[in-house]
């Protein structure tokens, strides 16, 4: 059983419009007999390698490679010539579907070769790679067995309500994006693309599309909240709203709680090798925590909740030891979904615990709460610092929109606190400002402004970028 059986069943459902981008839309028959078509074109390649955007021959590239037994690969469009030109290299003999492409796997097709999917689960279905915010990029292998325990395992099949739709404005190269159309096509729900975000546009098409699900990164979000700015979002069919791929700044969740107060929120935490999310705070934890006076409660807000069905987590310190609630250290996950696994090696212990390089904690009740990568830590004066939340804390102040807090080399505490944010203000009051919501030794060293923050395409903080600029500009 490969991941085509969700189109088949999908198909065997009725004939119904699945997935719609610019005003068009494909049936699930449509769809299958398209990628069906594309198998054939497919069948003698290594691989099939998407570069465009949100299209509908996206979930027809996906399913055709299916049929015909080879990995999906969805590279960044938006690199530059010579890294795409490197990464298409990595993958002799495969078929290159470039923009100009896409609208040839949407023609009629002519006599198709009809033929069942591929029987090994165990078979790589899809290469992704990762966003590479404090490495280079790795290929992460998923193999059809990790999607399928994703979907069955958090879906009911044609669980969704006549005229649900969901919004999928996420790239094809992120594992949200992607998993977004196999659960939703799993659940029921039409799939409306977006092919470029913009908040003013996004806003439309729920509103016009009569969206009732979406899912956005953080960046995204902050985006739709500053757009509408005190206003209400007036979008009646959102029933659900996810957000994930990084950390959501606290403020901005409280922002856009108040500004969609008929809609459900989920965090999703997840990574590229699991296979979409492990955890996730549902709608009831938002709310609950937004009005609680139990401190508890309240801070789950900042959490990321509790593992989805078939999924462990066990927090360990630098030794491997286990810890326990409230200890802080590296994140371990295991479970079906999670693969682990990269090209040229790497993946799971023996006992099949993968390790995150996060860092965080599990309460009491079991909900996890990320500082952040382990790589991010500061260590001051031998004091390890998140600065997760010394940025939540920057952000509340007035005029700044985007926060980065960093460790500079210093001779005496090891590492200084720099912290980088855009917006405006004075750099010695907004000092003060958190040295009374902090203690002192986390309040930052030096604040300075820039007009942006460098971030990958999916709106994740380069931060390993910012560090190596601010020390040339410190050397110069």
């Known amino acids: 059983m490969n991941i085509a059986v969700i189109l088949e069943m999908a198909a065997s459902a009725g004939d119904r419009p699945v997935v719609t981008e610019g005003g068009r839309s494909l049936s699930a028959t449509e769809l299958r007999r398209l990628a069906h078509h594309a198998a054939d074109r497919f069948r003698d390649r290594s691989a099939v390698l998407y570069l465009g955007p949100n299209h509908l021959a996206h979930p027809v590239a996906l399913f055709g490679a299916a ?20 990464l298409i290299g990595r993958h002799p003999g495969a078929e290159v ?8 796997l949407l023609a009629p097709p002519g006599e198709t070769e009809w033929q069942p999917a591929p029987g090994d689960r165990d078979a790589i279905a899809v290469v992704l790679y990762t966003s590479g915010t404090t490495a280079a990029p790795k290929a992460a292998l998923l193999r059809h067995r990790h999607l399928l325990a994703y979907v069955f395992n958090t879906q009911d099949f044609g669980s969704a309500e006549a005229g649900d739709a969901s919004l999928v404005a996420l790239p094809p190269y992120h594992v949200a994006g992607l998993m977004s159309l196999l659960t939703n096509l799993y659940a029921g729900r039409r799939v409306v693309h977006q092919p470029a975000f913009d908040p003013v546009g996004w806003l439309a098409t729920v509103r016009d599309e009569g ?7 953080p960046t995204m979000l902050a985006r739709i909240t500053a757009e509408l700015g005190d206003g209400q979002a007036g979008t009646p069919t959102l029933r659900s709203l996810a957000y994930g ?14 500004q969609f107060p008929d809609t459900g929120f989920v965090n999703a ?22 009005v609680s006076e139990v401190p508890a409660v309240r801070a789950r807000l ?20 286990a810890l326990g609630p409230g200890e802080t250290g590296l994140v371990f996950l295991r479970g079906e979904q999670i693969s682990g696994e990269y090209e040229g ?29 382990a790589d991010d830590t500061i260590i001051r004066g031998g004091e390890n610092i998140a600065p997760a939340e010394i940025e939540d804390v920057l952000l509340r102040y007035p005029g700044v929109r985007e926060a980065a807090v960093l460790g500079l080399p210093d001779p ?23 040295r009374q919501r902090l203690r002192s030794s986390k309040t930052p060293d030096l604040v300075v402004f820039r007009a942006e923050l460098p971030r990958t395409s999916t709106g994740k903080l380069l931060r390993r970028t910012l560090v190596a600029e601010l020390e040339e500009a410190a050397d110069a």
């Not at 690199?79 to 030109?85: K, Y």
């Not at 579907?97 to 040839?104: V, Y």
């Not at 005496?412 to 958190?434: C, N, T």
Request: net charge negative; glycine share 14%.
């Open 345 to 373: 090696g790497g993946g799971p212990d023996p006992d099949n615990w993968f390790a995150t390089r996060d860092r965080g904690c599990l309460d009491a009740d079991g909900y996890l709460f990320i500082e952040g990568r």
């Open 211 to 217: 969206v009732t699900h979406a899912m956005v990164v």
């Open 97 to 104: 579907l470039r923009p100009a492409d896409l609208d040839a």
């Open 245 to 258: 791929g990084a950390r959501c700044p606290r403020p901005v969740v409280e922002r856009a709680l108040r």
């Open 302 to 321: 900042g959490s990321v909740g509790r593992p989805l069905p078939g999924v462990e987590i066990e927090i360990r310190d630098e030794d491997g030891k």
């Open 412 to 434: 005496e505490w090891g590492q200084r606190l720099v912290a980088v944010l855009v917006g405006k203000g004075d750099p010695e009051e907004i000092r003060s400002f958190a």
């Open 269 to 290: 935490y997840g990574l590229t090798e699991t296979a979409s999310s492990i955890c996730v705070l549902g709608p009831e934890d938002h709310w609950q925590a937004l």
């Open 67 to 86: 049929l015909a037994g080879i990995p999906f690969v969805p590279l960044n469009y938006r690199l530059g010539a010579d890294q795409l030109t490197g």
